[in-house]
């Protein structure tokens, strides 16, 4: 696929270590500084598909790069530059050994083990009669464990604590971060006449104070619904119209793939592609309300390599 940016192997100033993610890369510069691509992978049920997706990259960036700038009041940032579109440089933070995932609603994995009898999400009780794309009454938390490798898994806060994984004060504190930004997520989204349906914050520490790390509110780390068909949809028990990665989860489940093991990834024509980066770029334009523009370049990688030292060398 012509201008995708599947693999990066740089070689940049005072570079410490590189960490090949799921979708992002992440080098290490000296002792401060983590610059972070944002690739064009696309991954699915814990898997690196095999093609990558025009745009992609850019896209989740730059949806980040403007929420980070977004709810930067409500508590700090790793951030500190974007010298490309698909770039960020920040503060590196020891992350925090678990996800806070945050629903409003409940639909996808969650739903899945509804549907299936769970009524224990996360130490929460839900109750019965629940149906699929459902309000909570309030947001709820379901945290995960923040896995290097494989499947992440559920967890309570109970668990978290018990574990060691995170104080009870330092926790209670990603409770109140993670709630904040959800009504800050949720009102900027409405206002694009969307709903911020669920999404996922990652918080590290820095010098003793916790910062706001990785991405937030893309399409990739968070679900969104129309919001002028939500009730009318979900009082005839139809799909969403959604904005998120679950149509690729669909697809690949209509096609056999879960992840599991022995399954085959279907084929991802030029085709298929270019609609799922038609998708990530309608998101992009919905949630941003502005219009997206495609970095051009004739070679993806050499012009991020150039941008990043460029940054670097000031």
């Known amino acids: ?50 093609q990558g997706i025009p745009y992609k ?14 709810t930067a009041d409500i508590l700090p940032n790793w951030k500190l530059a974007t010298p490309d579109p698909m770039v960020t440089v920040g503060l590196r933070c020891e992350p925090y050994k678990v996800e806070m995932v945050i629903r409003g609603y409940l639909t996808g994995s969650a739903w899945r083990e509804y549907k299936s009898g769970v009524r224990n999400l996360c130490g929460i009780q839900l109750p019965e009669g629940m149906k699929e794309n459902q309000k909570f009454p309030s947001p709820i938390i379901t945290p995960t464990t923040k896995a290097d490798e494989g499947h992440d898994e559920n967890i309570s806060k109970e668990e978290i604590i018990a574990q060691g994984l995170v104080s009870k004060d330092e926790y209670e504190q990603l409770e109140k971060y993670t709630y904040a930004l959800f009504q800050r997520g949720t009102e900027i989204a409405a206002q694009k006449g969307l709903i911020l349906v669920d999404t996922k914050y990652e918080f590290g520490k ?108 000031k």
């Not at 693999?7 to 270590?17: D, S």
């Not at 370049?297 to 940054?311: L, W």
């Open 1 to 50: 696929m012509k201008n995708t940016l599947v693999n990066t192997n740089y070689n940049l100033p005072e570079q410490t270590n590189v960490y090949h993610g799921k979708v992002r890369d992440v080098y290490s510069i000296g002792k401060d500084l983590l610059v972070m691509i944002a690739t064009d992978r696309i991954s699915a049920f814990d898997v690196v598909l095999p």
């Open 206 to 313: 820095k010098d003793g104070k916790i910062y706001l790390i990785d991405e937030i509110h893309t399409p990739d780390s968070s679900r969104y619904f129309y919001a002028d068909t939500y009730n009318e949809l979900f009082e005839k028990g139809e799909e969403q119209r959604q904005l998120s990665k679950e149509f690729v989860r669909k697809w690949l489940m209509e096609n056999g793939f879960q992840g599991k093991d022995g399954q085959k990834v279907p084929e991802m024509t030029e085709e298929y592609c270019n609609s799922v980066s038609e998708r990530y770029i309608e998101l992009y334009e919905k949630i941003v309300g502005e219009k997206f523009i495609k970095a051009q370049s004739e070679d993806v990688s050499a012009r991020i390599e150039n941008n990043i030292k460029n940054y670097l060398n």
């Open 57 to 70: 990259g850019q896209v989740l960036n730059q949806i980040a790069d403007k929420f980070l700038d977004a």
